[in-house]
Protein backbone atom coordinates (compact mmCIF):
# COMPACT_ATOMS: atom_id res chain seq x y z
CA UNK A 1 0.00 0.00 0.00
CA UNK A 2 1.33 3.04 -0.62
CA UNK A 3 1.62 5.35 2.35
CA UNK A 4 -0.61 8.27 2.89
CA UNK A 5 0.30 11.69 4.59
CA UNK A 6 -3.34 11.93 5.59
CA UNK A 7 -3.26 11.36 10.20
CA UNK A 8 -5.55 12.63 12.61
CA UNK A 9 -5.10 13.71 15.84
CA UNK A 10 -7.32 12.01 18.20
CA UNK A 11 -9.11 14.35 19.72
CA UNK A 12 -13.24 14.80 19.47
CA UNK A 13 -14.14 18.02 21.57
CA UNK A 14 -17.99 17.73 22.11
CA UNK A 15 -20.14 14.80 22.52
CA UNK A 16 -22.16 14.95 19.18
CA UNK A 17 -19.18 15.29 17.65
CA UNK A 18 -18.07 11.85 19.10
CA UNK A 19 -21.42 10.42 18.31
CA UNK A 20 -21.24 11.13 15.33
CA UNK A 21 -17.77 9.79 14.73
CA UNK A 22 -18.90 6.49 16.39
CA UNK A 23 -21.73 5.66 13.85
CA UNK A 24 -19.93 6.63 10.55
CA UNK A 25 -16.93 4.24 11.76
CA UNK A 26 -19.78 1.73 12.59
CA UNK A 27 -21.48 2.60 8.56
CA UNK A 28 -17.92 2.81 7.15
CA UNK A 29 -17.47 -0.76 8.65
CA UNK A 30 -21.13 -2.49 7.68
CA UNK A 31 -20.30 -0.72 4.37
CA UNK A 32 -17.18 -2.51 3.54
CA UNK A 33 -18.71 -5.35 1.16
CA UNK A 34 -15.88 -7.86 2.26
CA UNK A 35 -16.53 -7.58 5.92
CA UNK A 36 -20.50 -8.24 4.98
CA UNK A 37 -19.80 -11.01 3.23
CA UNK A 38 -17.84 -12.97 6.17
CA UNK A 39 -20.64 -11.97 8.38
CA UNK A 40 -23.72 -13.24 6.32
CA UNK A 41 -21.63 -16.36 5.37
CA UNK A 42 -20.71 -16.84 9.45
CA UNK A 43 -17.27 -17.26 8.60
CA UNK A 44 -16.39 -15.85 12.39
CA UNK A 45 -19.03 -18.56 13.55
CA UNK A 46 -22.66 -17.57 15.30
CA UNK A 47 -20.67 -14.55 16.82
CA UNK A 48 -19.82 -12.56 13.44
CA UNK A 49 -21.78 -9.82 13.91
CA UNK A 50 -20.60 -9.42 17.54
CA UNK A 51 -17.48 -9.32 16.20
CA UNK A 52 -18.10 -6.43 13.34
CA UNK A 53 -19.11 -4.46 15.96
CA UNK A 54 -16.26 -4.88 18.45
CA UNK A 55 -14.18 -4.07 14.91
CA UNK A 56 -16.18 -0.93 14.76
CA UNK A 57 -15.13 -0.21 18.58
CA UNK A 58 -11.84 -0.68 18.54
CA UNK A 59 -11.07 1.90 15.73
CA UNK A 60 -12.90 4.55 17.59
CA UNK A 61 -11.04 3.36 20.55
CA UNK A 62 -7.88 3.65 17.87
CA UNK A 63 -8.65 7.17 17.97
CA UNK A 64 -9.20 7.67 21.80
CA UNK A 65 -5.94 6.10 22.87
CA UNK A 66 -3.49 7.34 20.31
CA UNK A 67 -2.12 10.98 19.69
CA UNK A 68 -2.23 10.35 15.90
CA UNK A 69 -4.01 7.66 13.65
CA UNK A 70 -2.98 7.57 10.33
CA UNK A 71 -5.18 4.99 7.79
CA UNK A 72 -2.50 2.68 8.03
CA UNK A 73 -3.07 2.26 11.35
CA UNK A 74 -6.75 1.46 10.70
CA UNK A 75 -6.09 -1.08 7.68
CA UNK A 76 -3.99 -3.01 9.64
CA UNK A 77 -6.59 -3.15 12.17
CA UNK A 78 -8.95 -4.11 9.38
CA UNK A 79 -7.07 -6.74 8.12
CA UNK A 80 -5.60 -8.20 11.13
CA UNK A 81 -9.28 -8.66 12.40
CA UNK A 82 -10.10 -9.89 9.20
CA UNK A 83 -7.79 -12.49 9.04
CA UNK A 84 -8.09 -13.69 12.95
CA UNK A 85 -11.59 -13.30 13.24
CA UNK A 86 -12.98 -14.53 10.11
CA UNK A 87 -9.81 -16.50 8.62
CA UNK A 88 -10.32 -14.07 5.72
CA UNK A 89 -7.44 -12.87 3.71
CA UNK A 90 -8.45 -9.16 2.07
CA UNK A 91 -6.36 -9.25 -0.46
CA UNK A 92 -7.76 -6.01 -2.77
CA UNK A 93 -7.63 -2.18 -1.34
CA UNK A 94 -11.09 -2.29 0.04
CA UNK A 95 -9.43 -2.06 3.29
CA UNK A 96 -7.35 0.57 2.89
CA UNK A 97 -10.23 2.24 1.02
CA UNK A 98 -12.21 2.02 4.49
CA UNK A 99 -9.54 3.15 6.26
CA UNK A 100 -8.99 6.21 4.33
CA UNK A 101 -12.85 6.98 4.72
CA UNK A 102 -12.43 6.61 8.46
CA UNK A 103 -9.84 9.27 8.85
CA UNK A 104 -12.18 11.87 6.95
CA UNK A 105 -15.06 11.05 8.90
CA UNK A 106 -13.13 11.89 12.13
CA UNK A 107 -11.50 15.11 10.31
CA UNK A 108 -15.12 16.05 9.15
CA UNK A 109 -16.24 14.86 12.78
CA UNK A 110 -13.51 17.71 14.60
CA UNK A 111 -14.73 20.12 12.32
CA UNK A 112 -18.83 19.30 13.04
CA UNK A 113 -18.78 18.38 9.10
CA UNK A 114 -21.19 15.05 9.32
CA UNK A 115 -21.62 14.85 5.47
CA UNK A 116 -19.91 11.74 5.03
CA UNK A 117 -21.33 10.21 7.61
CA UNK A 118 -25.43 11.13 6.86
CA UNK A 119 -23.89 9.93 3.60
CA UNK A 120 -23.05 6.74 4.71
CA UNK A 121 -26.10 6.48 7.24
CA UNK A 122 -28.60 7.06 4.32
CA UNK A 123 -26.67 4.36 1.89
CA UNK A 124 -26.58 1.91 4.97
CA UNK A 125 -30.58 2.59 5.27
CA UNK A 126 -31.18 2.17 1.63
CA UNK A 127 -29.36 -1.19 1.92
CA UNK A 128 -30.64 -2.63 4.73
CA UNK A 129 -34.51 -1.88 3.36
CA UNK A 130 -33.66 -3.53 0.37
CA UNK A 131 -32.63 -7.07 2.01
CA UNK A 132 -35.47 -6.93 4.96
CA UNK A 133 -38.00 -6.33 2.56
CA UNK A 134 -37.14 -8.42 0.11
CA UNK A 135 -39.72 -11.16 -0.11
CA UNK A 136 -38.87 -14.46 1.48
CA UNK A 137 -40.09 -17.63 -0.69
CA UNK A 138 -40.52 -21.40 1.05
CA UNK A 139 -40.42 -24.04 -0.40
CA UNK A 140 -41.90 -27.37 0.81
CA UNK A 141 -41.21 -30.47 -0.38
CA UNK A 142 -43.73 -33.72 -0.74
CA UNK A 143 -42.46 -36.58 1.03
CA UNK A 144 -41.80 -38.91 -1.54
CA UNK A 145 -41.85 -42.83 -1.08
CA UNK A 146 -40.46 -45.71 -3.07
CA UNK A 147 -42.54 -48.40 -0.92
CA UNK A 148 -45.66 -47.15 -2.86
CA UNK A 149 -44.19 -48.17 -5.96
CA UNK A 150 -43.75 -51.62 -5.01
CA UNK A 151 -46.85 -52.38 -4.10
CA UNK A 152 -48.11 -52.19 -7.02
Given amino acids: ??????SAKAQLITETQRARFELGVCMAVYN???????????WGGPDSADKRDWLSGSI????????????ED?????LQVMEDEFDTAVEDDTAY???????????????SDFTIVDALYQRYLVKSSRSTSAPVQIVEQAEVSDDDDDDM
Fill in 74 to 78: IESRL
Fill in 60 to 71: VELFETQTEVDS
Fill in 1 to 6: MASTQQ
Fill in 97 to 111: NVAEQIVKIFTQCKD
Fill in 32 to 42: WEALTVAVQSL
